[in-house]
């Protein structure tokens, strides 16, 4: 079963993406090019995968989610307390 939904992927890669980034930034105010550099790469590898990702959702069949149903919405001002 595939339950891949890739709204939900790439939302998970722009967090990871902005949260190197603040890494990053952090490593070069304190002096550590190498862990910015590496920090830098990895967010380009994100960024790759988000395009990808992209891409791969742009392709897939758009079915959206209906959400849920209400039938009887007069029921929901109706209450049983008398207050």
Do not use: C
Not at 19 to 32: C, F, I, K, P
Not at 62 to 71: K, Q, V
């Amino acid at each position: 079963m595939s339950d891949f939904r890739p709204a939900d992927h790439a939302m998970g890669l722009e967090l990871q993406i902005e949260e190197l980034m603040e890494q990053a930034q952090r490593a070069e105010v304190q002096g550590r090019d190498d862990d910015a550099q590496r920090l830098s790469l990895e967010v380009d590898a994100l960024q790759a995968e988000l395009a990808a990702t992209a891409d791969r959702a742009a392709l897939e069949d758009p079915s959206p989610d209906p959400g849920p149903e209400l039938h009887n919405a007069e029921e929901l001002s109706i209450t049983d307390d008398p207050d």
